[in-house]
């Protein structure tokens, strides 16, 4: 017999079609989830090539020996050149001038609204910023004229730009205002901008020239396992496991309901390497149909070469498992082996007359001759469950990131610069509030007045302030986390905070009237506790070792504090707050507090705005209104700050793992039904033939049906423990390896303390206690719902 010749899983077209489907099905979800994730990094790095341009490298102020290196490096594609020449004053205004290369156009592909690049040293191009300050149209043709270099100069505007320079990375040494070709002006300094053929040239560049800036915001590289792709892997990798296990049972059945025919081959001499061929060409003529068909999207959506390469590797090599698989169980049909008792179910004799046996022990005995089905079974449906469980944590806990996500302001008013505390007092904040929440463009304009570590409070003797600050046994690092370092023995660095509408439900002692009198403040004070040389607020440790508790203050005492400019006031303590405010763990200005914080009253402040946040209405533009606030704030000489962006890359991650979620747990919930419906109904199916073998060996009507109760009850409770088992230990591995750890550390920080995700842990407790109970009553249901129904369809 050949082997050309041998033809027996081939030429069986029903399972050659079942193969296909279950393929395509496997490989279309991979193709969906690989479209979705090449769609979503086209965008972004389309998105992030308009705001930032292509530069994926700065060098400000670039000195000779660094620019020789940048112009003669040889993978770099581009370098652009960037010339200030300084402040030029008009009209009362400011703003940044420069020139560039054309190298620089390439790289920084402006928006160009109006006009052209200026082509002369009298033509200029500007931001529309320079226009709205200036009062002007956005017409070219117009003339600016100002003090530069100590020198009147007049020019042409030849073109109109976008606001670039609010989003590109060190924004304020980015001119706003670009003149042409040979203006006669002395440089004060060049900025070079570079492009290689590769990003990962710049890792390499920066190793030997520290002081160049990456550009974070365009990433070239397609990376599957990225935060912002790591939803739609999980899918993929779901869509792969599925269909792998759905064709590895197809085949089983089907080998089992064609043992006879393969144990009288493997008799006649067809060796377990002559059908493996012929399982292999089934298999390989399924997986490449296909392929074939699930690469089209990536064809016509014109996937980088690599992606289609690596996806068809995919699909090859879940191909090439499969196989090896199937090797192994057709390997294990024996050669010569007695067909008709092969597989047969047996009963353990038993000496005892079946009239005396109980139903308990039939039961047992039941479950003993099937332990590897069941075992299978259930093992299958709890981890299925378990799935389920960790599917639908993962959604709840993307929904509550949107929500906190969108209460973030897009915009921050503030009189100190970024990261910077001048401890600057004055009204002008306060007028501007009074403006913008008359705007109808801004849907939440919240006013606050916060000082961080500006402020200083005594340390009275005997308290828990002076133990921690004096206590060796404690980690510097540690204490550094709770509490401001202060270099006076006798003073504690400490903040000051107002915010209208705090919660003081939880405020201890609380005297109402100090507190609105305008000289009241509530201190927190938490409740502290030391774990292996680290401290710890009680409230962040399960089992906190010894609690310490602050006395030194109370409730109605008069202290002494010492402004961030020297001034000492007397302030009352009108409550004490030992735990959190519900504000603290998502609130953008309260998430951050260190111990020993003072909340001030109302009216105990002289000037109790330094910080506004805005948020705007979902049907505004972002730019245009942040053009708007950057005029207002020029004009009132405050500092803001754009966090539209990082906004908007979180709601895109969590809009895209949100779709992901919702499809995996439609999946699981679909393949948890499929998967305890086919179980149950052979379980049934050999319950029934036991009971039957039972009456006929002697055994009652009603001892064989309480052993097949009590045998469904017992699968019952199997399930459901295998549920929570395998869903406690799926909760525990989200709890250990957060997703999108690194994002959230930077939009949530309230998230963390001293590294650890304490925040995700409370978040995921409070979810886990009514997400278990609830997954096991649908569990339990579910399997009585279907042992239901197939004894009815049995019966019918």
């Known amino acids: 017999m050949r082997n050309s010749r041998f033809r027996y899983f081939s030429r069986n077209r029903k399972l050659q079609l079942k193969c296909f489907l279950v393929f395509l099905g496997g490989f279309l979800c991979l193709s969906l989830a690989v479209s979705v994730q090449c769609g979503l990094w086209q965008t972004r790095l389309e998105t992030a090539r308009e705001q930032y341009g292509l530069w994926q490298g700065m060098r400000l102020d670039v000195n000779e020996a660094d620019s020789e290196i940048l112009k003669n490096h040889q993978l770099l594609t581009c370098v652009g050149t960037e010339e200030i020449y300084g402040a030029l ?46 009062g002007l ?25 976008d606001n670039y320079s609010a989003l590109w990375i060190s924004s304020d040494r980015q001119p706003a205002v670009f003149a042409g070709p040979g203006t006669g002006l002395q440089p004060v300094s060049q900025h070079m901008f570079v492009r290689g053929t590769d990003p990962r040239v710049m890792d390499d560049l920066k190793q030997s020239m520290p ?14 396992f990225s935060p912002e792709n790591a939803a739609w892997t999980v899918l993929m990798a779901a869509a792969l496991g599925g269909s792998g296990f759905l064709i590895l049972t197809i085949l089983h059945k089907w080998l089992d309901s064609h043992r006879h025919d393969l144990l009288v081959m493997k008799s006649l001499g067809v060796s377990s390497r002559k059908l493996f061929r012929d399982m292999v060409r089934l298999m390989i003529r399924a997986s490449c149909v296909a392929s074939l068909m699930a690469l089209v999207p990536g064809l016509v959506m014109h996937w980088p070469w690599k992606v289609m390469l690596i996806t068809a590797a995919i699909m090859a090599g879940e191909t090439a498992g499969l196989c090896l698989l199937l090797y192994l169980e057709i390997s294990r049909i024996p050669t010569v ?43 299958t449906s709890s981890l299925l469950a378990g799935a389920l469980t960790g599917s639908v944590l993962s959604l709840t806990e993307t929904w509550q990131y949107e929500t906190w996500l969108q209460e973030k302001p897009d915009f921050l008013l503030s009189l ?47 308290s828990v302030l002076e133990q921690i600050r004096k206590d060796s046994s404690i980690r510097d690092f540690s204490r550094s986390t709770l509490l401001f370092p202060s270099e006076k023995p006798d003073w504690q660095r400490v903040s000051m905070i107002e915010r209208q509408g705090l919660d003081l439900s939880q405020v201890e002692n609380l005297d109402r009237e100090l507190w609105e009198s305008g000289e009241g403040v509530i201190l927190y004070a938490p409740d502290f506790s030391v774990q292996d040389g680290d401290l710890w607020l009680a409230e962040d440790l399960e089992d906190p070792p010894a609690i310490m508790k602050e006395t030194g203050y109370k409730t109605g005492d008069t202290i002494e504090l010492m402004k961030p ?23 953008e200005l309260l998430s951050s507090c ?28 972002r730019k245009t209104a942040g053009v708007s606030l950057a005029a207002m704030a020029h004009e009132k000489d405050v500092y803001l700050s754009n966090e539209s962006a990082v906004k ?35 379980l049934q199916t050999a319950l029934a033939d036991f009971c039957h073998r039972l009456i006929l060996a002697g055994s009652g009507t009603r001892a064989a049906e309480k052993a097949g109760a009590l045998v469904r009850w017992m699968v019952c409770i199997c399930l459901l423990m295998g549920t929570l088992g395998f869903s406690l230990l799926i909760c525990w591995i989200h709890l250990r390896f957060p997703v999108n750890e690194t994002l959230l550390r930077m939009i949530f920080p309230f998230l963390f303390i001293q590294q650890n995700p304490v925040g995700i842990l409370r978040l995921d407790v409070q979810i886990g206690l009514w997400l278990i109970p609830l997954v096991l009553l649908g569990e339990g249901l579910l399997a009585t719902g279907e042992m239901a129904l197939i004894r009815k369809r049995r019966k019918t």
């Open 416 to 462: 100190d610069p970024p990261s910077i505390q001048t401890f600057e007092v004055n009204d002008v904040l306060k007028d501007m509030v009074e403006k913008l929440e008359e705007d109808n463009r801004f849907k939440d304009v919240a006013s606050s007045f916060v000082q961080a570590g500006g402020w200083m409070m005594p340390v009275r003797q005997n």
């Open 565 to 587: 400019d020297g001034e000492r006031i007397q302030a009352r303590i009108a409550g004490i707050l030992r735990k959190r405010m519900p504000e603290m763990w998502f609130d």
């Open 337 to 379: 082996v007695n067909a008709s008792a092969e597989g047969m179910a047996r009963i353990p004799k038993s000496r005892k007359p079946m009239k005396k046996v109980t139903p308990g022990y039939l039961g047992l005995r039941f479950m003993r001759s099937q332990t590897n089905s069941l075992a299978v079974f259930i093992l």
């Open 89 to 134: 004053e008009t009209e009362g205004e400011s703003f940044l001038m420069g020139s560039a290369d054309d190298s620089f156009w390439e790289l920084a592909r402006f928006h160009l609204i109006q006009g052209a690049l200026p082509e002369t040293g009298e033509e200029i191009l500007v931001e529309t910023q320079v226009l709205d300050r200036l």
């Open 648 to 682: 908007q890359q979180g709601m895109e991650l969590f809009n895209s793992e949100e779709t992901m979620y919702g499809v995996l747990v439609c999946i699981l919930f679909l393949a948890l039904i499929w998967v305890q419906f086919h179980g149950l109904t052979n």
């Open 594 to 621: 260190f111990a020993y914080t003072f909340f001030a009253g109302p009216g105990f402040l002289d000037y109790p705005v330094n910080r506004v946040h805005v948020r705007l209405n979902d049907d505004v533009s």
């Open 211 to 224: 002081l160049l800036i990456r550009n974070i915001h365009v990433q070239e590289l397609w990376n599957p």
């Open 137 to 161: 149209s956005y017409d070219p043709g117009q003339t600016i004229t100002g003090n530069i270099q100590n020198e009147e100069r007049t020019f042409t505007v030849a073109g109109v730009i």
